[in-house]
């Protein structure tokens, strides 16, 4: 009987901030998140939604005091890139799965103008039946166990929206006709079920071959790094590629408080300004400078909402180069 290795034990520490990952081909968004995790030395660490293990790109991994924003990214338009290979439907919608059914492919009906018009058919407020092969979840099971179980649930249609979206013909490297597609859309939209659709307006049927998120809320592919790139990186350099808290807020109106309202504004209690009213706040002290938090502005009040404590501004203050920061918090 051969001896199991010991495990290592990873000595934990904390880390604040937002790690923009470019998600590898056949990983989950969880196993991602673990092994960035493990790689940092991270003690609390949280993903902002899931990307399938057969798709690549954007995948922001937020650790620390990062986590309380995370849902922002959750909530926020995404782009894709994605290739619908035409005449093959398949049990899950994408290349996984088994064929359900081949057509012939006539590329004569595939013209500019046919394309456009369904281009324009699945642009706006649309509605989608969830897939079977997805994490929603019926009565507590998501609907994949039902599905690996030979099982189909009845699904509710969902209504998302498709911000943009252009369809140009492709080929494979198999030669098979396909469509190539840029999407931006709604949170809740089914990439594979889009696909999907759209070679059934064709007339042919289709599934998924290729899936590639290359923004969301504003953070494009460019901005990320590789899982290869990180771990071949020196500690010191892992943690220099964490982004700041506050780079998940840049759609948010800034507002600055003094160090008495900082305090006060940590502590929970609303402060009176003259700022006009904004649906969304980041919240800064002036010194140090530092995040505090995030709410928002109704008839001059500037109403806290997730804050971060003063252990964690401290820990974020001592991880800058150059930031002076001892005794600065007392007041906090």
């Known amino acids: 009987?051969?001896?199991?290795?010991?495990?290592?034990?990873?000595?934990?520490?904390?880390?604040?901030?937002?790690?923009?990952?470019?998600?590898?081909?056949?990983?989950?968004?969880?196993?991602?998140?673990?092994?960035?995790?493990?790689?940092?030395?991270?003690?609390?660490?949280?993903?902002?939604?899931?990307?399938?293990?057969?798709?690549?790109?954007?995948?922001?991994?937020?650790?620390?005091?990062?986590?309380?924003?995370?849902?922002?990214?959750?909530?926020?338009?995404?782009?894709?890139?994605a290739i619908a290979v035409l005449g093959i439907t398949t049990t899950t919608g994408d290349a996984e799965g088994e064929v359900l059914e081949r057509r012939e492919v006539d590329p004569a009906q595939l013209t500019p103008d046919r394309l456009a018009a369904v281009q324009q058919q699945f642009t706006g407020s649309i509605r989608q039946v969830p897939p079977m092969h997805s994490a929603l979840k019926k009565d507590g099971k998501a609907l994949?166990?039902?599905?690996?179980?030979?099982?189909?649930?009845?699904?509710?249609?969902?209504?998302?929206v498709i911000h943009a979206l252009k369809l140009a013909l492709a080929r494979t490297d198999q030669a098979l006709f396909a469509i190539k597609m840029v999407v931006t859309c709604s949170k809740g939209t089914?990439?594979?079920?889009?696909?999907?659709?759209?070679?059934?307006?064709?007339?042919?049927?289709?599934?998924?071959?290729?899936?590639?998120?290359?923004?969301?809320?504003?953070?494009g592919v460019e901005r990320c790094v590789t899982l290869a790139q990180l771990e071949a990186m020196p500690e010191a350099e892992r943690i220099a590629s964490l982004e700041a808290p506050e780079s998940l807020l840049a759609?948010?109106?800034?507002?600055?408080?003094?160090?008495?309202?900082?305090?006060?504004?940590?502590?929970?209690?609303?402060?009176r300004g003259?700022?006009?009213?904004?649906?969304?706040?980041?919240?800064?002290?002036?010194?140090?400078?530092?995040l505090l938090g995030v709410g928002h502005i109704a008839g001059g009040e500037l109403v806290p909402g997730r804050l971060l404590s003063p252990l964690e501004i401290q820990q974020i203050l001592e991880s800058k180069p150059h930031v002076q920061t001892s005794g600065t918090l007392e007041k906090l």
């Open 144 to 160: 994949y166990e039902y599905a690996r179980a030979g099982v189909t649930v009845e699904r509710e249609p969902r209504d998302v």
């Open 251 to 271: 759609g948010h109106t800034r507002v600055t408080l003094d160090s008495d309202n900082a305090a006060r504004f940590l502590s929970g209690v609303r402060r």
């Open 274 to 290: 003259a700022w006009p009213d904004a649906s969304a706040v980041a919240v800064f002290g002036e010194s140090p400078p530092a």
């Open 1 to 81: 009987m051969t001896e199991r290795a010991p495990r290592i034990r990873v000595q934990r520490r904390p880390v604040h901030g937002v790690l923009l990952l470019d998600k590898p081909l056949g990983l989950s968004s969880n196993d991602a998140l673990q092994k960035v995790k493990w790689l940092l030395r991270a003690e609390k660490a949280g993903h902002t939604g899931t990307l399938d293990p057969l798709a690549t790109g954007v995948l922001p991994l937020c650790f620390g005091a990062a986590t309380k924003f995370s849902q922002l990214q959750l909530e926020a338009a995404k782009t894709y890139e």
């Open 190 to 219: 089914y990439i594979r079920t889009l696909g999907e659709d759209i070679g059934a307006a064709l007339g042919f049927g289709a599934h998924l071959s290729f899936l590639r998120r290359i923004d969301t809320g504003g953070i």
